[in-house]
Each structure stands twice: as structure tokens, then as C-alpha cells.
């Protein structure tokens, strides 16, 4: 906000940016449902101009049943198997790299504490040292069981803890800025020639380097589908809640932080705000060290968040692998190694249930007769046709790591992705080069080039009777591709000159 303009540009690119990211989800979602149909009409022998969804019943919901797709799916079935691949390994990337960003943040917040209890060595100043790193691992370690949870959909009140102890942290700041406003507290020195209200940027140099936190802080697509699986009657209005009651709470909480913190650019001995603002405050100030053990807390309960994409990724990697062919050959062939309770009887053929609002207690979900079966595809199968198969019959994250065979693997992939990224973090003295390179560019591509991509591929197979409602679907289905392009035009040049910026602030910037 101090960099981009607080009173009027930083607002204004906050708000585009929070409706280009709501929009970009909704394509994320509608592409993920034209997959999984396209898989299902695929499997039942159709063509794929039959079935298609009418403009009225498009307009009343995005789908009335539960999905299987996930975003390197979504990815293949748009572009291609090369689009899967790229895609997982840019989930895995943006997930690795933003957990071993949290905890050198986690172990940055922690220091004060820590360098109260065991004096640092002399000269180190900021940074790793055993006692630092120790602590940060301690926390890891306290963590790291609920980086194992099956699915998103246990780990609500661990958001709603994390969504407490962040607003706690912003009331902080918010308050001390606001006193360095007024003149009031004791402990500030106020410097009345520093202009902290700006309209615009300094200088377009500032813009580029603000961009890509605005972009990062919606950072949030890997984790749309899986939670979108899981939603019991995911109907468009009840979708389309969700991610505004996501988003805007969000928008509202990151414009009342950024004015009030680039406020306080009038208290600091150079008269600017670092990017930790929280580091512009006195180590012995008690209401900030209740802001750091608030932020903390923060970080410490999204690691799941981040480590839970990943697992599931990987996980789903190692089936189309010899070694993971074995293992499933192993399992039992039977329903419950699935998460299918033996009491269901499942019909020949794809099984699709459709929901009614509060009416199933656990909703069923599209079944391959040849999973419910326990056919296996033999180890003479191709590596493509195994690609096939396990597309083709993966489920959500909460159904395929369902049965009790599937836990081992899931903790050891958890376990492994989480102490190798905090590993990784002990030896990191700063973080700043990896979080421009990844708001520059993976998290753009990420968040809006592939599901805007997706989307007018995917979305594009489909007819539009425009007799049942005079042509509004089929126009609202045009304005929506024209958005979805206008989108793509704006970040791919963005994306470019953000990540050359960022390499030139990274490796040539003095």
C-alpha cells in the first residue's frame, strides 16, 4: 500500500484484483465440472456433443453433483497430458516453496522469544541459529499430525482459529498506527515530514514490486476443487456464496491492514515501511508481541493448507508408477479399501447420484464399476493406459485416501513434504527472492492463466439452446469468454515484466 499509493491506486488494485480472482475461481470451478462431465459421458460411450447442459439450467447451477476432478485434471483435460504434468509440478512448487517461506516467517516471529531464553551470538543479528531453527522444528513437529487428515473439510475450526489470530495481528498494527498518527504514544517518534499519504506510486518501479503481493494474497486455486468436492449440494448459488464470503471478508481485512500500516511509515527512522511491517516495531513492545504470537499462530495453522495439496499430488503420482501399480494390485478387492460402506449396492456401469438440498447426510459419489468391482488394470498395460485408468477412476482427496490401506502412504508423503520444505527453511536466511519469483509468476499462471485457459476450452464444447430463455444463457456464456480472454490478455504481459523485475531485484539490484 505505501509503495503503490494507499489513498487511491493501491484501493482501486486491490478491489480489480479481488474480482479478477473471485472470477478466476468460478472458472476454475466450471471448468472442473465440464471435466468430470466429459469423463462421464466418455466412460458411458458419448459422444461429446450429447447431454449438454441448457442455458437455463446453466444459469441455475454451476452442477447438482459432486465432482472428481482436480486441478491437474482439469489441466490435462483442457491441454493435454503435458498441462497435467506442468501442472502438478507448479501445485507442488508454489505449495513446497510457500511452506518453506512460512516457516522462516514462522521462525522470524518467534525470535524475540527465543533470544530472550538463549542470547544469540554475537554479530549474527537476524537469521538462522540452532536455537531459532530449534524452535521453528518444535513447532513443525506439533503440527505435523494434521498435515495427515484425509481431507480440508476437518481442518475448519484449524481456519477459523487462523482467521482469529490474524485480525487479532491487524488490530494490533491498526492501533499503533493509528497512535503514530495522533502524536499519543509514548514510546513513537513521529516524524511530521514524512508524507505517508500518497495518491499515487512514487515511481512505476514501486508499482512493480507492489503487484505481486496483491496477486499472491488470492493465492488460492489448488485448494478450490478439492474443497468443492466436498461440499455436500454444490449448487451455483451455494458456490458462488462460499467464494464471496471468502473473498471480500478477505479484500476488507487486507485494505484496513495496508492503509493503516502504511500509516505508519511516519514513526519509522527512515520513513518507510518494510515488508514485515511487524519488524518497524520495538522487540520489548507488548502489544506487538501478542501481534507476533497471534501471526505465528497464523502461519502455524496454514501449514496444513500448503502441505495437503501436495501430499495429494504426489500420492496420486505414485499410482501411475510400476512400484504403485504393485501396491494397488496388493489392496483387497474390496469396496471398503475405497471408502464405499458394503451395505451400497452399486449398479453396473458410471453410478451418479444426484443431491436435494439437506437431504443426504453424506453424499455418495461417481463410482468406476471397475473400482467398486477391485479390477485392477494388469502390470502388461502400458504406462498410458494406467494414465488413463487412474484419471479416469481418481476420486477426491477425501475418497481416495478413504480406506485404512491408503494411510501409510499418506503420512510418509505428508511427513516428507513438510520436513524436507522446514529442513530447507533452517538454512534460509531470507525468503524475499522466492516470493517474488513465485508472485510474479508461477502464481499468476496458477490462479488465472490456466483456469481461464481451462475454461474456454472445456467450457467452449458445450451448446446453448437459446430458445429457452431468448439468448440471455448464450450471452452471459459469450461475456463470460470475453472476460476470460480480457483476463489473459492483462496478466500474460503482467506476468512477463513482473518476473523480469523480479530477477533484476533478485540477482542485479544493488
Given at each position: 500500500?505505501?509503495?503503490?499509493?494507499?489513498?487511491?491506486?493501491?484501493?482501486?488494485?486491490?478491489?480489480?484484483t479481488?474480482?479478477?480472482?473471485?472470477?478466476?475461481?468460478?472458472?476454475?470451478?466450471?471448468?472442473?465440472?465440464?471435466?468430470?462431465?466429459?469423463?462421464?459421458?466418455?466412460?458411458?460411450?458419448?459422444?461429446?456433443?450429447?447431454?449438454?447442459?441448457?442455458?437455463?439450467?446453466?444459469?441455475?447451477?454451476?452442477?447438482?453433483?459432486?465432482g472428481?476432478?482436480?486441478?491437474?485434471?482439469?489441466?490435462?483435460?483442457?491441454?493435454?497430458?503435458?498441462?497435467?504434468?506442468?501442472?502438478?509440478?507448479?501445485?507442488?512448487?508454489?505449495?513446497?516453496?510457500?511452506?518453506?517461506?512460512?516457516?522462516?516467517?514462522?521462525?522470524?516471529?518467534?525470535?524475540?522469544?527465543?533470544?530472550?531464553?538463549?542470547?544469540?551470538?554475537?554479530?549474527?543479528?537476524?537469521?538462522?541459529?540452532?536455537a531459532?531453527?530449534?524452535?521453528?522444528?518444535l513447532?513443525?513437529?506439533?503440527i505435523?499430525p494434521?498435515?495427515?487428515?484425509?481431507?480440508?473439510?476437518?481442518?475448519?475450526?484449524?481456519?477459523?482459529?487462523?482467521m482469529?489470530?490474524?485480525?487479532?495481528?491487524?488490530?494490533?498494527?491498526?492501533?499503533?498506527?493509528?497512535?503514530?498518527?495522533?502524536?499519543?504514544?509514548?514510546?513513537?517518534?513521529?516524524?511530521?515530514?514524512?508524507?505517508?499519504?500518497?495518491?499515487?506510486?512514487?515511481?512505476?518501479?514501486?508499482?512493480?514490486?507492489?503487484?505481486?503481493?496483491?496477486?499472491?494474497?488470492?493465492?488460492?486455486?489448488?485448494?478450490?476443487?478439492?474443497?468443492?468436492?466436498?461440499?455436500?449440494c454444490?449448487?451455483?448459488?451455494r458456490?458462488r456464496?462460499?467464494?464471496?464470503?471468502?473473498i471480500?471478508?478477505?479484500?476488507?481485512?487486507?485494505?484496513?491492514?495496508?492503509?493503516?500500516?502504511?500509516?505508519?511509515?511516519k514513526?519509522?527512522?527512515s520513513?518507510?515501511?518494510?515488508?514485515?511491517?511487524?519488524?518497524?516495531?520495538?522487540?520489548?513492545d507488548?502489544?506487538?508481541?501478542?501481534?507476533?504470537?497471534?501471526?505465528?499462530?497464523?502461519?502455524?495453522?496454514?501449514?496444513?493448507?500448503?502441505?495437503?495439496?501436495?501430499?495429494?499430488?504426489?500420492?496420486?503420482?505414485?499410482?501411475?508408477?510400476?512400484?504403485?501399480?504393485?501396491?494397488?494390485?496388493?489392496?483387497?478387492?474390496?469396496?471398503?479399501?475405497?471408502?464405499?460402506?458394503?451395505?451400497?449396492?452399486?449398479p453396473?456401469?458410471?453410478?451418479?447420484?444426484?443431491?436435494?438440498?439437506?437431504?443426504?447426510?453424506?453424499?455418495?459419489?461417481?463410482?468406476?464399476?471397475?473400482?467398486?468391482?477391485?479390477?485392477?488394470?494388469?502390470?502388461?498395460?502400458?504406462?498410458?493406459?494406467?494414465?488413463?485408468?487412474?484419471?479416469?477412476?481418481?476420486?477426491?482427496?477425501?475418497?481416495?485416501?478413504?480406506?485404512?490401506?491408503?494411510?501409510?502412504?499418506?503420512?510418509?508423503?505428508?511427513?516428507?513434504?513438510?520436513?524436507?520444505?522446514?529442513?530447507?527453511?533452517?538454512?534460509?536466511?531470507?525468503?524475499d527472492v522466492?516470493?517474488?519469483?513465485?508472485?510474479?509468476?508461477?502464481?499468476?499462471?496458477?490462479?488465472?492463466?490456466?483456469?481461464?485457459?481451462?475454461?474456454?476450452?472445456l467450457?467452449?464444447?458445450k451448446?446453448?439452446n437459446?430458445?429457452?430463455?431468448?439468448?440471455?444463457?448464450?450471452?452471459?456464456?459469450?461475456?463470460?469468454?470475453?472476460?476470460?480472454?480480457?483476463?489473459?490478455?492483462?496478466f500474460?504481459?503482467?506476468?512477463?515484466?513482473?518476473?523480469?523485475?523480479?530477477?533484476?531485484?533478485?540477482?542485479?539490484?544493488?
Amino acid at each position: 500500500f505505501s509503495q503503490a499509493g494507499n489513498l487511491l491506486v493501491a484501493p482501486i488494485i486491490l478491489v480489480v484484483t479481488s474480482v479478477l480472482a473471485q472470477q478466476s475461481i468460478l472458472f476454475l470451478v466450471e471448468a472442473g465440472v465440464c471435466s468430470t462431465a466429459s469423463r462421464e459421458r466418455g466412460a458411458n460411450g458419448d459422444d461429446d456433443d450429447h447431454g449438454v447442459m441448457a442455458a437455463s439450467s446453466r444459469q441455475n447451477k454451476l452442477s447438482d453433483k459432486k465432482g472428481t476432478a482436480s486441478y491437474e485434471n482439469v489441466a490435462r483435460q483442457a491441454f493435454g497430458r503435458s498441462a497435467r504434468i506442468f501442472s502438478m509440478a507448479l501445485v507442488c512448487a508454489c505449495c513446497f516453496f510457500g511452506t518453506v517461506g512460512y516457516a522462516v516467517l514462522l521462525r522470524d516471529m518467534l525470535e524475540p522469544i527465543i533470544d530472550a531464553l538463549v542470547k544469540p551470538p554475537e554479530g549474527v543479528g537476524g537469521g538462522p541459529t540452532f536455537a531459532r531453527n530449534a524452535s521453528m522444528l518444535l513447532v513443525v513437529l506439533c503440527i505435523s499430525p494434521l498435515t495427515t487428515w484425509r481431507d480440508m473439510t476437518a481442518l475448519q475450526n484449524v481456519g477459523a482459529a487462523s482467521m482469529a489470530s490474524v485480525l487479532i495481528v491487524g488490530l494490533c498494527v491498526a492501533y499503533r498506527s493509528i497512535e503514530c498518527q495522533l502524536g499519543v504514544g509514548g514510546n513513537l517518534e513521529t516524524d511530521t515530514n514524512v508524507d505517508n499519504l500518497r495518491a499515487f506510486p512514487p515511481s512505476m518501479k514501486e508499482l512493480l514490486d507492489a503487484a505481486p503481493l496483491f496477486i499472491s494474497s488470492y493465492i488460492c486455486h489448488f485448494n478450490v476443487i478439492p474443497i468443492h468436492n466436498e461440499l455436500r449440494c454444490p449448487t451455483s448459488d451455494r458456490v458462488r456464496k462460499w467464494i464471496r464470503t471468502s473473498i471480500w471478508p478477505a479484500t476488507l481485512f487486507y485494505y484496513i491492514i495496508g492503509f493503516t500500516g502504511s500509516l505508519f511509515a511516519k514513526c519509522t527512522s527512515s520513513g518507510t515501511v518494510q515488508g514485515n511491517i511487524l519488524l518497524d516495531f520495538d522487540e520489548d513492545d507488548p502489544l506487538l508481541l501478542i501481534g507476533r504470537l497471534c501471526l505465528a499462530m497464523t502461519i502455524t495453522l496454514a501449514f496444513p493448507m500448503l502441505v495437503i495439496p501436495c501430499r495429494d499430488i504426489l500420492v496420486r503420482s505414485m499410482l501411475g508408477t510400476r512400484f504403485g501399480r504393485r501396491i494397488l494390485k496388493s489392496l483387497p478387492k474390496s469396496r471398503r479399501a475405497f471408502g464405499v460402506p458394503s451395505d451400497i449396492a452399486i449398479p453396473e456401469g458410471l453410478t451418479t447420484v444426484e443431491f436435494e438440498p439437506m437431504e443426504l447426510e453424506e453424499p455418495l459419489l461417481v463410482l468406476e464399476n471397475s473400482v467398486a468391482s477391485g479390477a485392477l488394470p494388469s502390470d502388461e498395460l502400458g504406462e498410458e493406459s494406467y494414465e488413463s485408468f487412474v484419471e479416469n477412476t481418481s476420486l477426491p482427496s477425501r475418497q481416495f485416501a478413504a480406506g485404512e490401506d491408503s494411510k501409510p502412504a499418506r503420512i510418509l508423503v505428508a511427513l516428507f513434504v513438510f520436513w524436507s520444505a522446514a529442513a530447507l527453511a533452517c538454512s534460509v536466511r531470507s525468503i524475499d527472492v522466492v516470493w517474488d519469483l513465485l508472485g510474479s509468476s508461477f502464481s499468476i499462471i496458477m490462479a488465472f492463466l490456466i483456469p481461464c485457459g481451462a475454461f474456454l476450452k472445456l467450457a467452449g464444447r458445450k451448446r446453448f439452446n437459446e430458445s429457452q430463455d431468448g439468448g440471455a444463457g448464450f450471452r452471459r456464456w459469450l461475456v463470460s469468454r470475453a472476460v476470460a480472454w480480457i483476463m489473459i490478455l492483462l496478466f500474460l504481459p503482467l506476468m512477463v515484466i513482473s518476473t523480469l523485475n523480479a530477477c533484476y531485484n533478485s540477482f542485479f539490484s544493488h
